[in-house]
């Protein structure tokens, strides 16, 4: 039984797909010299809904990055996309980083920024207004946008949870 559930696990991890979003070098002084350390921000996502977020930090980049995908694995979520978009306008908050999601029609593309951009194109949202507002910190960006499409609900949820059809939910 535990073997089938390993299979199932790599199965569905080996389709995710990665992107750096940020590498930071940093140094820590000591009566040795200079001690260089790396710390890498990851998204992964599926591009059909599923996206994480993972940080890792290691003296050596390959480390470094072998763990913020680690560190990513553990943090995926399941977005909503409704015909290659977002169901509707979401804010998100993470720290003094500040995003903005809005749906948009076919063919618009992902007009967002660098972190945004990223987190969204792995989450397999293909049109789509964004705006990041507040801290350009990539790391707040990130976890903002992640909290944003956290927020996001899901048309047919909502209105199976009301009793009523879909087409009543966007009537009124």
Known sequence: MADKRNKQKAVETSELKEKLVSLNRVAKVTKGGRTFSFSALIVLGDGNGRVGQGLGKARDVQECIAKAVDDARKNLIQVPIINGTVPHEQKGKYGAGKVLIKPAADG?????????????????????????????????????????????????EIARQRGITLQKLFEG
């Open 108 to 156: 618009t593309g992902v007009i967002a920024g660098g972190a945004m951009r990223a987190v969204l194109e792995m989450a397999g949202v293909h049109n789509v207004l964004a705006k990041s507002q507040g801290s350009s910190n990539p790391h707040n960006v990130v976890k903002a946008t992640i909290d944003a499409l956290g927020k996001l609900r899901d048309p047919h």
